[in-house]
C-alpha cells in the first residue's frame, strides 16, 4: 500500500505556480505566431494567384483566378448548378463515397483479421492478393460502368475496389503484428480462440485499420468522383466534367474546393473516431503545430 | 531450524520412469523438446530433462541465460509440446492450456486498450463467470495487489511495479493451482523487485499453489523458493537441486543477511558459475 500512495504523490507533481503562466503565455504566443504565418502564406499565395492573373503573367482562361472561382461557387450555391443544385450534387457524391468506404472498410477488415489468424489462408491468397494490388484499379472504372451502368452502383463498386485493398493490407499487418505474448497472457487466463480473435488481436490491429482509414476515405472519394468522370448523370465528377467540357477552369477548381470541404469533414470525423477508439493510448507529451 | 541440506541430487539421464507421483504437481520426465530454425536445421533446448514439483511447494529455476528455462514452463503451461518424454500436471499428461495453471509473463503482458479493472477481470469473463461477480472479484483482487483506486488507470499510466501488480491480480484472480512465473521482476528496478518479491510471497502463503519460477537471479530463488533446481547451459538439463531450508514467513529485503541464506548462496553459485561460464564462452564464440 505504502508504494501505491507515493506513487500517486508522485503522478499529482505540478510545475511550481510561478511558472505556469509563463509557460501558458509561451504557448499562447506560439499559436499566434503558427496561425499568423499559416493566415499569411494563404493570403501571398492567392494574392500572387489573383495579381498573376490580372497582371496577365499568367492566362486566365487556362489557370483561372481566385476571384473567378469564388465567384463560381457563390453562383452554385445560389443558382445552382447546370445539372440541380449543389447540395444534391454533394450528397450524391458523398453517398457514393461513404458507401463506398463502409463496404470496402468492412470486406477490408474482415478479409485482413481471417487472413492474419490463418497461416494457410493467408500463404494461398497472398500471391492473388499481390496481383490484384498491382492492377491500377482506377481502369476497373470503365468495366464498372459497362456492367453496372452509369447509375450509383458503377461508382460505389470503384470506391469499394479502391478502399478494399489498403484496409486489407493494414489489417492483415496489424493482426500479424499482434503481440505474442499478450496472445499466449489471454489463452492462460482462459480465453478461447475466438475470445483471442476479439479481445486481443482486433483490439491491436486497431491502431493500423484506423491509420489506413484515415488514407482510404479520399481513395473512395477518388473512386466515386473518377467514376462520376467517367460516366454518370449526377455528381461532383460530372461537374468537373461538364467544365472541362466547356473550358471552364473555374468551374474545375470550384469543384475541387467543394470535393477537399468535404474530406476535410470526413477527415475530422474519423479523427474524432480514433479518439474514442483508441483513447488507452499514451498522449504526446510536447504537442505540437495543431 | 533444521540444518538438513540435500547432497545436490544429480540428474541420472535416462533413469527409467517412475510411477505418476500422487503428491506431485508437475512431473518432467525425460523430455526432450527440439526447435527448428529457419534455415530448417534443428535445435535442442531441453534434453534428458526430469523434474518433480510437489503440490504446495515453491519451486524456482535457475541457469544461465538462453539456456531453456523458460522453455520448460511454455511445455507445463501447455503453450508447446515435448519432441520426447511426458510432462503431467495434477498426475494428468498435459493435453492443451489446463485451466488451473497461471502464468506471469516476463514482458507486459497487461492489455494495454483496458484499464486497470478490466485486464483484471478478463480471466474471469473469458471463462465465463457472470460480469457482476466478476467485477467484484475483480475489484475484491485490486486491492488486495494495492492497487484501489485504479481501477480506471490504463497500464500507460502505471509505473512497471503497478503494472506487475495488475499481472499479479490478472493471474491470481482464477485461483491457480499452479502457478508459472517466468522471470516476472526482471525488468523492474532492484528496490522495487524486491517489494514485488514480498508480495508475492504474501499471495502464494494465502493459497495453496505450487510454483515454478524461473530467474537469472540466484538471491532471488534463494530468498523465495523451498527448493532450487540448477540448470546446466543449454541444451538444459537439471544439473543439481537444493533444498532451501531458510524459515518461512520470510522477509525479502533481510533475508539475505542470513547466514544460512549467505551459505547456501555461495554453495549454489559454485555450481550455476561453471554453466554460467560455459555459455558465456559459447556465445562469445558464436559472435566471432
Known sequence: MATTQSLERSESRTPTPTIQPAIAAQMRRRRWLVNGLRVGLLVVFLGGWELAARLGWIDPFFFAMPSQIALQIWEWVNEGTSQGPLWQQVLVTLEETVLGFLIGAVLGILCGVALGRNRLLADVFSIYIKIANSIPRVVLGSIFIISLGLGMASKVALAVVMVFFVVFGNAFQGVREADRNLIANARILGASSRQVTTAVVIPSALSWIIASLHVSFGFALVGAVVGEFLGSRQGIGLLIATAQGTFNAAGVFAAMIVLAIVALIAESLITLLENTLIKWRPAQLAETGF | MALMMREPARSMGRAPAPAADRAAAIELRNVVRRFVTPDGRSLTALRDFDMTVRRGEFC?????????????????????RPSEGEVRVMGAPVAGIDPRIGFVFQQDATFPWKNVLDNVVAGPLFRGQPKRAALDLAREWIRRVGLAGFEKHYPHQLSGGMRKRVALAQTFINGPEILLMDEPFSA????????????????????QASVVFVTHDLDEAIALADRVFVLTAGPATVKAVYDIDLPRPRVTSEIRYHPRFVELSKTIWQDLRDEVLISYQRAQKAAE
Open chain 2, 60 to 80: 524456482a529455476v535457475v541457469g544461465p541465460t538462453g539456456c531453456g528455462k523458460s522453455t520448460t514452463l511454455t511445455l507445463v503451461a501447455g503453450l508447446a
Open chain 2, 188 to 207: 523492474l528496478d532492484v528496490q522495487t523487485r524486491i517489494l514485488m518479491q514480498g508480495e508475492l510471497l504474501k499471495l502464494w502463503s494465502e493459497g
